[in-house]
């Protein structure tokens, strides 16, 4: 199933219905489904968002088969990553929740005024040039949106197929897309992935189990994710992680910074969009 097909999946009725109806041309080049309550269905494409059709606005009953679908009618088994403003469905899908929620009680039937359903892509090969040997401590910027998780996910997958021990910690199941024991993407023969588990925590418990050449995770955020990669530089350890930045790179995350000041990473991959594609820059430190 790609990506595509299991994001319009989590579409309740009719607007399942009119993503399935797009040309085969729009649908390669979506991003995102948004659900807005009282607003009409809409797409994301590299052009900007616009809306799926004439379709009637978005009722609650909507938001709530969204739901439904992706949790696979069990909000509670969700609910730790619910508490964080998201689900991760089959097929690496993302969606995002906005509404209203208790701190500490997350999210009931009938909170959600909004959700954003994120497509993955799997794009094999656009990581070539960036999986030479030896490895070096690498990080990948971009905007949100900007495909960071793309390019780590194939150049996992390049880096293990090549020899290299990989552990990925993938807290929010999107990148190795594990699902019922398997895996929807394919990152590598070689790949070892540790699922809904915080960064920081699931790098110790990486770092001490599996022996990694190579420690992959997502969108360093936190202290305790920069301190997860002092960790695994400390053991001598390459890193290979991502972290939202500005178009430019002129302004980095604060969490960023240090590390690259203290050489934890040795080459930064900006990604830039132009329009319909994405061109990366590369610079060594």
């Given at each position: 199933?790609?990506?595509?097909?299991?994001?319009?999946?989590?579409?309740?009725?009719?607007?399942?219905?009119?993503?399935?109806?797009?040309?085969?041309?729009?649908?390669?080049?979506?991003?995102?489904?948004?659900?807005?309550?009282?607003?009409?269905?809409?797409?994301?494409?590299?052009?900007?968002?616009?809306?799926?059709?004439?379709?009637?606005?978005?009722?609650?009953?909507?938001?709530?088969?969204?739901?439904?679908?992706?949790?696979?009618?069990?909000?509670?088994?969700?609910?730790?990553?619910?508490?964080?403003?998201?689900?991760?469905?089959?097929?690496?899908?993302?969606?995002?929740?906005?509404?209203?929620?208790?701190?500490?009680?997350?999210?009931?039937?009938?909170?959600?005024?909004?959700?954003?359903?994120?497509?993955?892509?799997?794009?094999?090969?656009?990581?070539?040039?960036?999986?030479?040997?030896?490895?070096?401590?690498?990080?990948?910027?971009?905007?949100?949106?900007?495909?960071?998780?793309?390019?780590?996910?194939?150049?996992?997958?390049?880096?293990?197929?090549?020899?290299?021990?990989?552990?990925?910690?993938?807290?929010?199941?999107?990148?190795?897309?594990?699902?019922?024991?398997?895996?929807?993407?394919?990152?590598?023969?070689?790949?070892?992935?540790?699922?809904?588990?915080?960064?920081?925590?699931?790098?110790?418990?990486?770092?001490?189990?599996?022996?990694?050449?190579?420690?992959?995770?997502?969108?360093?955020?936190?202290?305790?994710?920069?301190?997860?990669?002092?960790?695994?530089?400390?053991?001598?350890?390459?890193?290979?992680?991502t972290a939202h930045a500005d178009t430019a790179g002129s302004v980095l995350?604060?969490?960023?910074?240090?590390?690259?000041?203290?050489?934890?990473?040795?080459?930064?991959?900006?990604?830039?969009?132009?329009?319909?594609?994405?061109?990366?820059?590369?610079?060594?430190?």
């Amino acid at each position: 199933m790609s990506g595509f097909d299991a994001a319009a999946e989590l579409l309740p009725g009719g607007i399942k219905t009119a993503a399935f109806a797009m040309p085969e041309g729009v649908r390669a080049v979506c991003e995102e489904f948004r659900l807005r309550l009282g607003r009409r269905p809409s797409v994301t494409t590299s052009d900007g968002e616009r809306p799926l059709y004439d379709l009637p606005p978005v009722v609650r009953a909507d938001l709530d088969r969204v739901l439904e679908l992706a949790t696979r009618a069990s909000p509670y088994a969700a609910a730790e990553s619910m508490e964080k403003g998201f689900v991760t469905a089959r097929g690496g899908v993302r969606l995002g929740l906005c509404g209203r929620k208790k701190p500490g009680s997350g999210w009931a039937m009938g909170s959600l005024t909004s959700v954003c359903i994120r497509i993955p892509r799997e794009v094999r090969g656009c990581a070539g040039p960036f999986a030479s040997m030896p490895f070096p401590s690498t990080l990948i910027l971009s905007p949100p949106g900007g495909g960071k998780t793309t390019l780590l996910r194939d150049m996992v997958r390049l880096l293990s197929d090549k020899g290299l021990h990989i552990s990925l910690c993938d807290e929010r199941g999107e990148i190795a897309a594990g699902w019922e024991g398997g895996f929807g993407f394919d990152v590598g023969k070689r790949t070892d992935v540790l699922s809904d588990a915080p960064r920081r925590e699931a790098a110790v418990q990486l770092l001490r189990t599996m022996s990694p050449q190579v420690l992959a995770m997502d969108e360093i955020t936190a202290a305790c994710d920069a301190d997860a990669c002092r960790m695994a530089a400390g053991c001598g350890v390459k890193l290979l992680a991502t972290a939202h930045a500005d178009t430019a790179g002129s302004v980095l995350p604060a969490t960023v910074t240090p590390l690259l000041a203290e050489r934890i990473f040795t080459r930064l991959i900006r990604i830039r969009r132009n329009k319909d594609k994405r061109e990366y820059a590369e610079q060594w430190l």
